[in-house]
């Protein structure tokens, strides 16, 4: 207590904290070893990722084996995983059945979605405007790209498959499903009866019945239901049924962003004269939408998931052309391979959504934190 | 109860020009509950009326009618020559000319505040971006906070996302103000910021109808004072009688509510 000092009133300098409250060691200090039952939980969280990330390092680096012909060779190179299988199906994998020759048209369309995803998943790049207009006429393109005509051979939508094909129904349920959702949102909001009822009735049908029901009659019931000679697509029912589902959860995601935002924001609207979609449009979503982020990448995760249950009525995706890869006798019982593969995928494009939704909750708080 | 006969002899046609707003015998229903009662109110261009009485009279709701924020059940209600009906077009035209404050300003949180000024001018007035712009700088200058013009509501202070609302209404150029409570909301310290604010408006000749407890605000600025209590007019006068010499005992009591502690 020798240094005891005093300072003029108004004139305290600021001193750095006591060593044990700053730095490395509080961090430790207040995150692992707070109390016991925390020093208890570092410990069991130590122990097991020594008994799991060895061994796991192993099957997948270590022993695994990247260059064999069929699974004998692989067993006798290494005790890992066998890459090799992988690396010799891989193609299947992606495309499916679309024919070699023509799949650049795949390269390429998926080359064109990144570049169309762009614009709108970024707001401050150069020449935004042009550029959305391109991610508007996309779909046509790729649909061109895909389906052939107009100078392109003609690929039947019974050819897509692999992870090609999760995308394209992924993609297209995500594109189609944002704005469908929004408007049934508004719909069940709406003071007009009709318009109110029949939101309701859509949104609480849709929500109702699982997923692969709706498939079961995409795939089977709509026959009956269309006029008789008519070919309706089997992909283009299905994307029709997937898009139908999940605009349903959005439509109760945004709803719920809709109920957050005060009476205040739509009395000010109309006060100032805006009419109802221009009201909607500038203010009311998107302080809704920004609530709502994410509840509408939760769903977007799990429509994207949800496209391996087309295997279920006939369609190839990446999960059944896996399977039928399995059946092959050269390369008998690797299914962890590729599972894993399977896995590895869905992980990647579903975390890429969850930290996008992240960034993008990030950049929309920073304004207007109240 | 008696004389809505005579209040609703009053056409429309008849109406006299400096009418801004002509409100006649007019009613309005919460479901069964009767919330104001045969309101007649005559308010002449530039012409300042300051609206006081109990919570819950009504005072909130009339204004409120006045740009169909809420829908009355009988009787007119006619601003600046147009009848408010059900017709989307006229309420909108009435919107247009009538800038309304609220009690908790209610501003676009996730817009600037000159993106807040210029909303309403280049949306519903077709102004070019520029223009709209230079003039909400103008009024945000008015209103002494045209360095915050592009900050976001959430990071002023209520005296200033007050001021913010009022020069956002003052940009759509109304020709009638409504405020609704502007200062009950706000710390002490910032109910003269505003209320000095408005003051300068009442001086540029702005019709204004303000809701409000402060009674030196009605003293100085207004032409009029209309108590209210249980959905009527109970009294109407200019200030000075008003205070002076209240009429009914409802306003006596609450007068002396609010100015005698
Ligand atoms: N939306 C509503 N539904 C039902 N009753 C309401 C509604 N808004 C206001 N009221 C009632 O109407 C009466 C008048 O309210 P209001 O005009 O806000 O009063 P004031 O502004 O004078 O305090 C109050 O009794 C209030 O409870
Ligand atoms: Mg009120």
Redesign the interface.
Known sequence: MSEVQSYAPGTHPDMEAPVGQRGIMLWLRTNLFSSWANTLMTLVGIYLLYKIIPPLLHWVVLDSVLNANNREECQALGTGACWAFIKDRYKILIYGFYPIEERWRVNLSFVLLIFALIPILFDHVAMRKPWLIFSGIFPFIAAWLLLGGFGLAHVGTDEFGGMMLNTVVGVTGIAFSLPLGILLALGRKSHLPIVKSISVCFIEFIRGVPLITLLFVASTMLNYFLPPGTTFDLLLRVLIMVTLFSSAYIAEVVRGGLQAI?K??Y??A??????YW?SMR??VL??AL?ISIPGIVNTFIGLFKDTTLVLIIGLLDVLGVGRSALADAQWNGLAYEVYVSIALFFFVCCFSMSRYSIYLEGK?DK???? | MGDTNTATAAAPSANNDDHLIEIIGMHKWYGDFHVLKNINLNVKKGERIVICGPSGSGKSTMIRCI???EEHQKGQIIVDGIELTNDLKQI?AI??E???V?Q?F?????L?VLENCT??PI??RQTPKAEAEATAMEYLSKVKIPEQANK????LSGGQQQRVAIARSLC?NPRIMLFDEPTSALDPEMIKEVLDTMIELAETGMTMLCVTHEMGFAKTVADRVIFMDGGEVIESNEPHAFFENPQHDRTKLFLSQILGH
């Not at chain 1, 109309?270 to 009419?275: A, F, V």
């Not at chain 1, 304004?367 to 109240?370: A, E, V």
């Open positions: 005060p205040g924001q009395e000010a109309d006060s100032m004269g805006l009419k221009q500038l203010i998107p302080q920004k929309l304004g207007y934190k109240r | 740009n169909r924020l909108d919107r247009r009538v800038g309304m609220f908790h209610n501003l676009f949180p996730h600037t909303l309403g949306w519903v976001y509501p959430g990071q759509m």
